[in-house]
Structure formats: structure tokens, C-alpha cells
């Protein structure tokens, strides 16, 4: 047991971290470092996302052939970590290229293949996945946007939801309902679409936590090509669940604030006895924040592990964001409550750290919806991990257009 | 990256387990929690010492197997798993630990090898009553290398052979092997929340107590023998934990009721689902402190902490939400739910309690994170 790379990744390792000093001090050269949501930010995210396709950094685990690195899944989590050392990463292009381009190369013709694939790598185009729906968030194949049969063409009609990135994406895969008199999941089929066809409209969604990250996508009589198809009529959701499979490693850190951020704070703010950081029930909470974070943190390490060795990693990795989500909120909000009324202050100037831990407060409620809810993932332990049954399902065998609603 | 068990870990870890299956089985268990007459099971001690187990991490020199500390990690981890009803913790995790980390070769020629047999039991005795055990409230003492005071509770200590005793020694305090069979000492047996494992008051009266390691370091020396028996005992809280879950889930796959299998409810699947997310954060927390431990690592103390902290947390919730799942069954003697219930505490509270460990991490991190 120990932390080392063998002497293979380790070789990778140092001929990663050796083209990233190189890279990033030119990157930084031509493109110094702009403020996110810029357009020169998302100028600067294309052109990284190109000079990393060019040496093989893009898609590490696809084949050369498509542009991709030809490597195996260990190179690909060592150059990420290398990548965020190196403190230079964009996030235009993990949707696009975690789940809608892997879907493309499955099931498109060879034509759109051959069209988008290697611009995509390159960072020349950008996708995104347009899944949810307002009557369709942890169920989602109670989508009801409708796709018409016209000729050849499709005709696309309804609305989508916190699709991340539809406002500066070129492209989208979107999962729409072609037979509203079968059962929900037997009439969904999937297209890929241009995202900046006139008969898209993006709109920002205000969130609670004051910003417009995420958009409601319209469609109104957007037409689609048969040959934009992906999989058969009716296989939507089949071609839907190979998208979620690809969704990336995660490799990430946990969110928000830490516990050494938390600590920092409780060492210079005064309690009803001392230092928050001398209070026993603050210790207690500390504790526990630093014993889950250290879980997550040797919970990929396993997984790294297990790919290291070749094998596909175990299902423990299931757990993050549950924890990650529910701590960031209750590490936030006890940060909060420590700085007494003046916790309510939300200016950056004014608030401890930058209101980092009023952000945070705010921001985690979302954590804990984004990319399935709490109890959506529990589900998804009970059934995939612990082989327990699903949940009886009412709808299963009614057609789509006799479900009840409600409002 | 390499951060789990290997294959030969595995394999032994594999092998514990068939091995228990036939020799620990749930009625071995429950023979000792039956009988108020036993503390431990004698024949499976035995089996165990044959096996090599309680001489795994002990260097071959001193009759041992040699082998790392992940390797015991493994075998607790089984041991846990089969509530079993031996001194083991006492005798391999604290005795023979703090003998190789603190003895002089001379305690390590004389003590390891009776160890590795069998022959030796061993156990930890510093409390002296309710509540944490201080400097200040330390009235064990040793004079003239005899030792007198009263050491209550002892686990294991009605059936030890060699204590290791917290006292004080010229007004400092100490740590002293002391040989439980030589005379001057009273074993008396006490009833536990846990009766598959012993507990004893143990009166001392002019009994030959030999210091091991630093004269007036006691309670450093307890904490560093401490470090290593949590992660140790992380690893039994683990399989424990890991086996509440399982059966849990084997019940409610079983179990009808309101017309359907009780596992489809969300109520249930989501308790068990907790539970996993509980275990596995045990388990990696769990893995680095075996990390530290096998190399001795600098960071032992808290990943020590953090380890016993996780696995507390982990089996106490396992076998409560356990016994929930089981339903009246779950309450009832005759279902196991209660010797991992029991255990739970038993582990729990054997090595200070976990509000104890969380003190000493956040002092750790504390001193680590000091501007």
C-alpha cells in the first residue's frame, strides 16, 4: 500500500508536467489570464484545448485516429491532476467531450462522425446536453418536448432546462419525445442539433444564488434532418443511458471553502468563550468535515488505484458528490452562523474571505440538485450498488400521453 | 498509485474469512455470550494462534510470521466481520505492539514469542473508573517495582496473563508489564454491554510491576500505543459494519410486506444506501491508517484519529439502522443483530471514544496548521 506511481506512470508524469510548464507560460504569454464568462476567457479555453490536442493532451483515452491521446485512463487522471497544478483549466469543453461527443462517435453515421468529431477535440466547437426538462428533472423520460415526423426532416417543439453552456455552444444532443401513445421511456429518441439555428433560443435562468449560470433552452419548429438521428426511433432512451455512462472519472476536489479555510476563520473570529476554533462543538464539526474530506480524497485514490492496475474501478466512487454537496452546505452555513449578525453580510469587502462561506451558502443548495439529486443517487446506490429493487413504477405500461401530471 | 490491498492481501484476507466461516461461526459466538462462565472462546484462540495470526506482524526473530501491519489490517478486518470472541485486540494490537514500538530487547525476547503461541494474554488496564483518565485522577502506583491500586474496567483482563498498567511511579506516571499470574493481583469478572468479550476489575496489591519504555512519559506512551491499536480496530469496526449492512439488505430482500419486498422502499434503500456512503468513507480513511501504521508514518496520529472516527461512526450506524431494518426480529436474542450492536460499543469505547479522537485530531490539525 502507498502512494507512488509505478515507474510508467511516473515516466507519463514527468513528460506531463514537463509540457505543461512549457504550455501554460506560453498560454499565459499570448493570453495573460482573463475573467471568466469573457469572451478572451472562452478565446483562451479554445486555444488551451487546442495546443492540447495538438500534443496528444486532448482525450487522452481516444484513439489517435480521432484526434485523440491513444493513451489508457491512469495517463488521463495524471495529467488532470497535473493540468490543475498547473492552474490552467476550462470548463467549456467536460460536457461536450464527457458525454455528447462519446455519444456522437456511437451512434451517428459516418458523415457527422467525420464532420465533428476531431473539431470538437481541437476545441473548435462546443456541445452541450440537453436532457432536462421542466416535467422532466429526476425523470427525465417524462420529457415533453415533441419531435414530428416531416419527410425527411424532424420538427422540434418545447422547452429544456439548466443545460449548462447552451448559451456558448455550437452544438447539442438533445433527447426529445417522437411517440407520446407508448409508454414514457419506449417513444424518447435522441438528435444532435446546431445550437445556433434561429429556432433556438437560449434565455438565463435567475438562480437563488443571485447569478444566471445555467439557461431554459426554446424550440420552435426546429427542424432536424433524419440523417441527425442518433440511434433508432424510439431507442432515445438506450442512447441516453450510454451518454450518462460516459460521464468523466470524477477527479475533482470537493466544492466550496475547506476545512483549513473553516479553521482559518474559527483561529481569528471571537465566541461567546474564546476563539470559535476553541469551541468543543465547532471541534466536533471540524473533525468530521476533515474525516469525510480525507474519505473522498483516499476514495479516488482507490479508484485511481484500481485503474492503475488495469481494472474497472468499484462502485465506492458513487459517493461524492452526496457527501461533498451535503458538507459544503453545512460547513458554509456553520462558518456563517460563527461570524454572528454580521454573518448576514454578503460584500466581498466586507465579509470574512471574500464571503466566500455566504457564497457557498447559497451555491450548495444547487450542489445538491446538479447532476442528481440526493435522493437520486441514493437510488441509484440501493439498486446498482446494493442490487436492491426499483421503486414500483406506476407509469410503466401506461402511454405517455395518459399520465397524470398534475399542475 | 498503489492504495489497496494486493493480491497476496487479498488472498489472505480471502483464506481469514473461510477460516472463520468454519470456526467462528454465529454459534461459537454466541456460546460465549451465553455462558457467563467464559470470557472467550478457548478452542478458537487456539486455532487462531495456529493459524499464526496473533504472531502476523511479530518479526520472525521473536517467532513471528514478520509480515507488514496491512496484513493484520486485513485479519482484523475479518476478525471484526465474525464478532469474534477472543482477547485478540488486547494481546496482538496493544500488548505485542507496544512491546515491539516500547520494550527493551529483553522485553521483546521474553514477551513476542509467548505471544505469537498463544500463550499470552494480554491486556491494556488504565481506567480507574467513570469518565477520562487524567494525570491529576491517577492513583495507580508503583513502589519499589511493586504496584497497587485498583484498574477498572480491564477488557480481557480476567482471563490475561500480562497487563500493561498506567501508574504512577515517584509522583510521575508510568507504563509497567505486569504478570497477572505471579501473585498480588485480584481478576474479577464484570458483566458488559458486550459479554463476548471480557471485562474484569483488577485490584493490585504489592504485584511486580516492570517498566516499559520512558519513565514519566505514561500517558504519551498510552496515546502512541493508542495510535496504532485505533487503526487497527478501525479495521474490526469495519468488517463489522460492512456485515450489518450486508445483512440488512439480505433481510429486507426477504422480507414482505404491504404486499411487496420491503427492500423496494425508498425508506429502506435509502438507510442502506447511507450506510454504504458511511462505510466506504470508513474504508478509505481505514486504508490510509494502515498506510501510516505499516510505515510509520509522521502523520499517524491523525490518520489514526481519522480512522478510528470513520469506522465509530460507520459500524454504530450500521448496527442501529440494522436492527431497524430486521424490524421485532432485530430485537428478538435469537437474531445477531445485537452481538454487532453490542460489539459496536464494545469498540467504540475500548480505546477512548471517538468525541476523545476528534479532540486529538483537530488538536493535531491544529499544530500542523499553526501560522
Redesign the interface.
Known sequence: MDFNDSPEEAAYREKARAWLVEAAAAHRAEHGEPKPTTPEHMAAGKAWQARKAAAGYACITWPAAVGGGGGTPIQSVIFSQEEAKAGVSYGYFTIGLGMCVPTVMAFADEAAKQRFVSPAVKGEEIWCQLFSEPAGGSDVAALRTRAVRDGDDWIINGQKVWTTGAHYSDYGIVLVRTDPDVPKHKGLTMFWIDMRDPAVECRPIHQMSGGREFNEVYFTDLRAKDSQRLGGVGDGWKVALVTLMNERLAVGGSAGPDYRRVMELARGLSGANGPVLKDAAFREKLADWYVNSQGLKFTRFRTMTALSRGQTPGPESSIGKIIAANQMQDLANTAVEAQGEYGILVDPALAPMEAAFQQSLMWAPGLRIAGGTDEILKNIIAERVLGLPGDVRVDKDVAFKDMPTGR | ??????DDQKFLKDEARKFLAARCSSAVVRGVLDDPARSYDAELWRAVAEQGWLGAAIPEEHGGLGLGR?ELCAIAEELGRAVAPIPFASTVYVLAEAVMAHGTDAQKAAILPRIATGEVIGCLATSEGPGVITPSALQARVEGGKLSGVKIPVTDGDVADLALVLANEGGRPGLFLVDLKAGGVKAETLESLDPTRGVARLTFDGAAADRLGEAGRGFELVQAVLDRVAVLLAFEQLGGADRC?EMA?EY??GRYAFG??I??Y?A???K???M??KN??????A??G??AL??DAPELPTAA??AR??AS?AFWFASKESVQVHGGMGFTWEVDCHLYYRRSRQLSLVAGSP?L???R??SE??KK?A?
Not at chain 2, 280 to 285: G, I, K, M, P, Q
Open positions: 498509485m498503489d492504495f489497496d490491498y494486493s496491512v449492512l439488505r429486507a430482500l411487496r419486498v427492500a423496494g425508498q429502506m434503500k435509502h442502506m444506501a447511507d454504504y456512503v466506504e468513507v470508513a474504508r478509505s480513511n486504508y490510509y494502515a498506510w505499516d510505515v484519529a481519522a472516527i470513520a461512526d468525541k479522537w476528534k479532540e485530531l483537530v490539525l491544529e496548521n501560522a
